[in-house]
């Protein structure tokens, strides 16, 4: 009896050491460190032969503009597809749009990068389209803002 209640006192003792260790984990470390990247991706375009969407990734006040394209097609045969990627800053210019044409496979494919900086607190507005001929429009938009 006097070796069961021992061994069940060392179990105990170390479930309570155990525990101890794996709140020590889990607990918050200070403050939060860097904010890392901020992707932020807008509602598939029209329907066709991809599902588009247009996404934008925000470090600080450092902004990439780029889409992301998906064969609607299970039987979807990879090719070349040419596609439009633009982005702006809400109340500046537009920056100039990059027009590249890039191998799809299944699955979601980045395609094109148009980088620019943004002011803290402003609007930015990415721009996706397929700009394939013969192919039915497919435009994406979305818009995020700028928290440094």
């Keep these: 009896m006097k070796r069961t209640v021992a061994t069940v006192a060392a179990a105990t003792a170390a479930l309570a050491a155990l525990a101890t260790v794996q709140a020590a984990a889990v607990a918050p470390a200070g403050p939060a460190g860097p904010v890392g990247p901020r992707v932020t991706c807008g509602t598939p375009g029209a329907p066709g032969y991809l599902l588009t969407r247009a996404c934008v990734e925000v470090t600080g006040n450092q902004v990439r503009f780029y889409g992301v394209a998906t064969a609607t097609d299970p039987s979807w045969q990879a090719q070349s597809v040419g596609f439009t990627v633009s982005g702006a800053v809400v109340g500046s210019a537009p920056l100039a749009p990059v027009n590249p044409t890039v191998y799809i496979q299944s699955g979601g494919n980045a395609v094109g990068s148009v980088y620019g900086t943004a002011p803290c607190g402003a609007t930015v507005t990415?721009?996706?389209?397929?700009?394939?001929?013969?192919?039915?429009?497919?435009?994406?938009?979305?818009?995020?803002?700028?928290?440094?």
């Design 126 to 148: 990415s721009t996706f389209s397929v700009n394939q001929p013969g192919w039915p429009a497919s435009t994406a938009t979305v818009s995020a803002v700028v928290a440094c």
